[in-house]
C-alpha cells in the first residue's frame, strides 16, 4: 500500500514538473499567462471595490450596535443590505430579483437587519428578513452546516417575543431536531438552541421541561467550554429567572449569584455583563420587598451601565425603571414618578415609543398612579401598554392578560361605592388565566392576587 502510494505521488511530481516546463517556462505562453493573470488582478480589484462600501456599512452597523446605537446600526445595515443589490448583476429597484439576496454578504446583513429590528421592537420589520436569512441559508449550505440551525433558532427567539409560542415552538424544535441528526457536534451553539427552547417552555409555564433543558444546555456548554466560561453565566442566570417563576426565591438568589461570581471573575467588575447580574439580582430583592437590597444592586449597575454604554442606553432605561419600582414600594411616590419618567424619556429615544420595555415602564408608571388613588391617569398608563403590546403580541400573550387585569381593577376603584360584579368577575377570571398561563406562583399572579385579596394600593 504504501509502495503504491509512493509510486503515486512520484508520477503526480513528474506531471507537475512537465507541466511546468512545457506550459508554464514556455516562451510562447508567457502573454497568455500574463492576461490571465492581470485578467484576475482586475476582476478581484472590481469586487474589492464594489464591496468597499457594503462592508464599510456593515462594520459601522455592528460598533453601533454593540455599543447600543440600534437607530444608527439600523441606518447602517439598511444601507448595507442597499449595496447588496448591486451584487450578481441585480437591478437596483429589482426587489424580485433574489440572485443578490442569495449571496452571503446580504445573508449577512439581513440577519443583522433582523436583529436590530427586534432589540428596536420592530418585530414586523424583523420577521421577514429572519424568514428571508432562514430560506436563503437552506439553499446555501449542507444540512450538516449549523447555518440552517442557527438561523431557525434566531427566527424562533423573535417569535417567542411576540408570544408566537406555536411559530416558535415549530422553529426551535425544527432547529434542535436538525443540528442533532446532521450537524452533530456538541458544542456551543448546541446549548444556544437548547436554552432558547428552554426559554420558550418557560414563558409557556412548562416549567419542568424548562428546567430539564436548561440542565442540558448547561451540561453541553460546560463540556465544550469548561465550568468557568463565561458563556454558563447566561444560562446560569436563566434558570435563575425560572426559579423566580416558580416562587423558589432561596435557589433563584443562589444561581444568580453564581452567573454573577462567573462574569466578575473572567469579565471584571465593570463590564455589562455584570451589570446585568445585579440587575437581575436587583429584580429577585424587588420580588421579595428586600428594598435596600434591591436599591444597591439596581445602583451599582446603573453606575456600570452609565459608564460602559453611556446614560441614553436602552439597557440603563431599566436600572430607572428597576429604581422607581424601589421607590414606590417604599411609599416614595414622587421620587418613584421622576424615576420612571426618565426612565420612558430614555426607553422612547433609544427604542421608540411602541416597544415591550415601554409597555413594562408604563404598568410601573401605571401602579405608582394606582397607589396615589390617581385612578384617572393609572387607567391611561395601563390602557396605553396595552395598546402597544396588541401591536406586537399574540391575543393570550401573559403580558396582555397582565393588562386586562391591571384595567380592570382601575374600573373597580374608579367608582368605589358602585355595584362591581362584572368587575369582581373579570378580576377573578384574569386572574384565573393568568395563573392557568404562568403557574400561581410566578411572581405576576402572586401580585396579582394580593391586590385582588386585599384591596390594598401598594404591591
Given at each position: 500500500?504504501?509502495?503504491?502510494?509512493a509510486?503515486?505521488?512520484?508520477?503526480?511530481?513528474?506531471?507537475?514538473?512537465?507541466?511546468?516546463?512545457?506550459?508554464?517556462?514556455?516562451?510562447?505562453?508567457?502573454?497568455?499567462?500574463?492576461?490571465?493573470?492581470?485578467?484576475?488582478?482586475?476582476?478581484?480589484?472590481?469586487?474589492?471595490?464594489?464591496?468597499?462600501?457594503?462592508?464599510?456599512?456593515?462594520?459601522?452597523?455592528?460598533?453601533?450596535?454593540?455599543?447600543?446605537?440600534?437607530?444608527?446600526?439600523?441606518?447602517?445595515?439598511?444601507?448595507?443590505?442597499?449595496?447588496?443589490?448591486?451584487?450578481?448583476?441585480?437591478?437596483?429597484?429589482?426587489?424580485k430579483?433574489?440572485?443578490?439576496?442569495?449571496?452571503?454578504r446580504?445573508?449577512?446583513?439581513?440577519?443583522?437587519?433582523?436583529?436590530?429590528?427586534?432589540?428596536?421592537?420592530?418585530y414586523?420589520?424583523?420577521?421577514?428578513?429572519?424568514?428571508?436569512?432562514?430560506?436563503?441559508?437552506?439553499?446555501?449550505?449542507?444540512?450538516?452546516?449549523?447555518?440552517?440551525?442557527?438561523?431557525?433558532?434566531?427566527?424562533?427567539?423573535?417569535?417567542?417575543?411576540?408570544?408566537?409560542?406555536?411559530?416558535?415552538?415549530?422553529?426551535?424544535?425544527?432547529?434542535?431536531?436538525?443540528?442533532?441528526?446532521?450537524?452533530?457536534?456538541?458544542?456551543?451553539?448546541?446549548?444556544?438552541?437548547?436554552?432558547?427552547?428552554?426559554?420558550?417552555?418557560?414563558?409557556?409555564?412548562?416549567?419542568?421541561?424548562?428546567?430539564?433543558?436548561?440542565?442540558?444546555?448547561?451540561?453541553?456548554?460546560?463540556?465544550?467550554?469548561g465550568?468557568?466560561?463565561?458563556?454558563?453565566?447566561?444560562?446560569?442566570?436563566?434558570?435563575?429567572?425560572?426559579?423566580?417563576?416558580?416562587?423558589?426565591?432561596?435557589?433563584?438568589?443562589?444561581?444568580?449569584?453564581?452567573?454573577?461570581?462567573?462574569?466578575s471573575?473572567?469579565?471584571?467588575?465593570?463590564?455589562?455583563?455584570?451589570?446585568s447580574?445585579?440587575?437581575?439580582?436587583?429584580?429577585?430583592?424587588?420580588?421579595?420587598?428586600?428594598?435596600?437590597?434591591?436599591?444597591?444592586?439596581?445602583?451599582?449597575?446603573?453606575?456600570?451601565?452609565?459608564?460602559?454604554?453611556?446614560?441614553?442606553?436602552?439597557?440603563?432605561?431599566?436600572?430607572?425603571?428597576?429604581?422607581?419600582?424601589?421607590?414606590?414600594?417604599?411609599?416614595?411616590?414622587?421620587?418613584?414618578?421622576?424615576?420612571?419618567?426618565?426612565?420612558?424619556?430614555?426607553?422612547?429615544?433609544?427604542?421608540?415609543?411602541?416597544?415591550?420595555?415601554?409597555?413594562?415602564?408604563l404598568?410601573?408608571?401605571?401602579?405608582?398612579?394606582?397607589?396615589?388613588?390617581?385612578?384617572?391617569?393609572?387607567?391611561?398608563?395601563?390602557?396605553?401598554?396595552?395598546?402597544?403590546?396588541?401591536?406586537?403580541?399574540?391575543?393570550?400573550?401573559?403580558?396582555?392578560?397582565?393588562?386586562?387585569?391591571?384595567?380592570?381593577?382601575?374600573?373597580?376603584?374608579?367608582?368605589?361605592?358602585?355595584?362591581?360584579?362584572?368587575d369582581?368577575?373579570?378580576?377573578?377570571?384574569?386572574?384565573?388565566?393568568?395563573?392557568?398561563?404562568?403557574?400561581?406562583?410566578?411572581?405576576?399572579?402572586?401580585?396579582?392576587?394580593?391586590?385582588?385579596?386585599?384591596?390594598?394600593?401598594?404591591?
Amino acid at each position: 500500500m504504501q509502495k503504491k502510494l509512493a509510486r503515486f505521488l512520484a508520477h503526480a511530481q513528474e506531471r507537475q514538473k512537465q507541466f511546468k516546463e512545457k506550459v508554464l517556462d514556455d516562451k510562447r505562453f508567457k502573454w497568455t499567462s500574463r492576461s490571465i493573470y492581470g485578467i484576475t488582478i482586475a476582476w478581484a480589484g472590481f469586487m474589492f471595490l464594489q464591496s468597499m462600501p457594503y462592508y464599510q456599512a456593515i462594520s459601522q452597523g455592528e460598533s453601533a450596535y454593540k455599543h447600543g446605537d440600534y437607530q444608527a446600526a439600523r441606518a447602517c445595515f439598511e444601507a448595507a443590505l442597499q449595496e447588496c443589490k448591486k451584487f450578481n448583476g441585480s437591478n437596483n429597484d429589482d426587489e424580485k430579483n433574489i440572485a443578490w439576496q442569495s449571496d452571503q454578504r446580504a445573508i449577512r446583513a439581513m440577519n443583522n437587519l433582523a436583529e436590530d429590528y427586534r432589540v428596536l421592537g420592530l418585530y414586523n420589520l424583523a420577521e421577514p428578513y429572519y424568514k428571508k436569512t432562514v430560506a436563503f441559508a437552506r439553499q446555501k449550505f449542507a444540512p450538516s452546516r449549523p447555518e440552517v440551525s442557527i438561523a431557525l433558532n434566531n427566527l424562533g427567539m423573535l417569535q417567542r417575543q411576540e408570544g408566537d409560542y406555536e411559530a416558535a415552538d415549530k422553529s426551535y424544535s425544527e432547529a434542535l431536531n436538525l443540528w442533532r441528526s446532521k450537524v452533530k457536534t456538541q458544542d456551543s451553539k448546541l446549548a444556544n438552541i437548547l436554552n432558547g427552547l428552554a426559554k420558550l417552555r418557560q414563558d409557556q409555564g412548562r416549567y419542568e421541561e424548562a428546567g430539564k433543558l436548561y440542565g442540558e444546555a448547561l451540561a453541553v456548554n460546560q463540556k465544550a467550554l469548561g465550568d468557568r466560561d463565561v458563556a454558563n453565566a447566561y444560562i446560569l442566570s436563566n434558570m435563575a429567572g425560572l426559579y423566580c417563576d416558580l416562587g423558589r426565591y432561596g435557589d433563584a438568589e443562589s444561581y444568580f449569584h453564581k452567573a454573577l461570581y462567573l462574569d466578575s471573575k473572567v469579565l471584571g467588575e465593570d463590564h455589562p455583563d455584570l451589570a446585568s447580574d445585579l440587575h437581575d439580582l436587583a429584580y429577585l430583592m424587588r420580588l421579595q420587598n428586600r428594598t435596600t437590597e434591591g436599591k444597591q444592586y439596581y445602583e451599582r449597575a446603573l453606575q456600570i451601565r452609565i459608564a460602559a454604554l453611556g446614560e441614553g442606553h436602552a439597557l440603563t432605561a431599566k436600572c430607572y425603571t428597576g429604581l422607581s419600582d424601589i421607590a414606590r414600594r417604599e411609599g416614595n411616590y414622587d421620587r418613584a414618578q421622576e424615576l420612571i419618567t426618565k426612565a420612558l424619556t430614555l426607553q422612547c429615544q433609544a427604542l421608540g415609543s411602541n416597544h415591550p420595555s415601554v409597555a413594562d415602564s408604563l404598568d410601573t408608571e401605571g401602579l405608582i398612579n394606582l397607589d396615589r388613588k390617581q385612578i384617572d391617569r393609572a387607567i391611561i398608563c395601563f390602557q396605553t401598554a396595552k395598546d402597544i403590546r396588541k401591536r406586537l403580541l399574540t391575543a393570550n400573550h401573559p403580558d396582555l392578560l397582565t393588562s386586562d387585569f391591571y384595567l380592570a381593577l382601575c374600573r373597580k376603584k374608579l367608582h368605589p361605592g358602585a355595584d362591581h360584579a362584572g368587575d369582581e368577575l373579570a378580576l377573578r377570571q384574569s386572574l384565573a388565566t393568568l395563573s392557568r398561563v404562568l403557574g400561581i406562583n410566578h411572581p405576576t399572579v402572586v401580585m396579582a392576587r394580593q391586590k385582588l385579596e386585599s384591596g390594598a394600593a401598594s404591591g
